[in-house]
C-alpha cells in the first residue's frame, strides 16, 4: 500500500539559510498533517491542513510557513534557520471524511534537517 | 505542560515477557487513543488505537486497556520479541482530523 512520502530524507543547511520540505499524502487522503521531533522527544505538532485549506495550527514558528497544493501535496518553508531548527520533520495524513476510520494518521519517514 | 503523560522512560524485559507502558491524561476531550512505534530514524507507525467507548482492545500480541474514569490507559505486549525493541509513543486527540497531542515516549528493549 502507497505510505506518505517525504523528500529529502535529509538536508544540511546553513544558519540563516532557506529550507523546503515536501510531503506527498497517501493517495484519496485530505488532511496532511507537520511534526517536528527533537532528539529524545516526542513529535510535536506544527500545523494542518484540510482540503488544502490551513485547519490547525501549533508551535510553528512565525519563520516557517507552510501550504497544500491542489494536488494534495504540502510543503513546509522554513526560513533564517537556527541552529535549534535541526530536527526530525515529519509529515502525516489521514481521510478525516471517512467517518469513524478517519482518526488514524499515518507518518512518512521524516525529513532530517541539519543546521550548521 | 505534557498534556500526555507516560511512563516509564524506559523500560527492559526479557524476550517472552509481557511489556506494559501506561499513559494518563487530563483533557477529557479527548477520544482517540492511538499508540505509535518508532525505530530509530524511521517515522512513527501506528500500532493500535482505542476509543472510549470501549475498555480494551487486542490486536495480536498488542493490547490496549482504558480507563474513562481514570483517564489513564495503557499497552500491554504479550510475549515480547527482541524485534519489539523501538520507542512507543502513546497519543491522544479530540476529534477526526485533529492534531494528535503525544506522551514523552517509552524506549522498550527486549533482551534475547
Known amino acids: 500500500a502507497a505510505g506518505v512520502i517525504q523528500s529529502p530524507r535529509h538536508l544540511i543547511k546553513e544558519k540563516r539559510e532557506t529550507a523546503t520540505l515536501k510531503c506527498y499524502p497517501i493517495?484519496?487522503?485530505?488532511?496532511v498533517y507537520w511534526y517536528q521531533q527533537g532528539p529524545g522527544q516526542d513529535p510535536q505538532f506544527l500545523i494542518s491542513?484540510?482540503?488544502?485549506?490551513?485547519?490547525d495550527k501549533g508551535s510553528i514558528p512565525d519563520r516557517f510557513s507552510a501550504q497544500q497544493f491542489s494536488d494534495y501535496h504540502s510543503e513546509l518553508n522554513m526560513s533564517s534557520l537556527e541552529l535549534g531548527d535541526s530536527a526530525l520533520y515529519f509529515c502525516?495524513?489521514?481521510?478525516?471524511?471517512?467517518?469513524?476510520?478517519?482518526?488514524?494518521?499515518?507518518f512518512g519517514q521524516g525529513t532530517r534537517l541539519t543546521v550548521v | 505542560q505534557q498534556q500526555v503523560k507516560q511512563s516509564p522512560q524506559s523500560l527492559i524485559v526479557q524476550k517472552g515477557g509481557i511489556s506494559i507502558i501506561n499513559c494518563a491524561y487530563e483533557n477529557t476531550a479527548f477520544d482517540y487513543f492511538p499508540w505509535y512505534q518508532q525505530f530509530p530514524g524511521k517515522g512513527p507507525a501506528l500500532l493500535i488505537a482505542?476509543?472510549?467507548?470501549?475498555s480494551e482492545k487486542k490486536e495480536g500480541r498488542f493490547t490496549i486497556s482504558f480507563n474513562k474514569s481514570a483517564k489513564q490507559f495503557s499497552l500491554h505486549i504479550m510475549d515480547s520479541q527482541p524485534g519489539d525493541s523501538a520507542t512507543y509513543f502513546c497519543?491522544?486527540?479530540?476529534?477526526?482530523?485533529?492534531?494528535?497531542?503525544f506522551g514523552e515516549g517509552t524506549q522498550l528493549t527486549v533482551n534475547p
Open positions: 491542513f484540510y482540503e488544502k485549506m490551513q485547519s
Open positions: 502525516a495524513s489521514s481521510l478525516r471524511s471517512k467517518g469513524r476510520g478517519s482518526f488514524e494518521a499515518f
Open positions: 493517495p484519496r487522503h485530505d488532511t
Open positions: 497519543a491522544a486527540s479530540t476529534a477526526s482530523g485533529s492534531r494528535l497531542t
Open positions: 482505542i476509543r472510549p467507548d470501549v
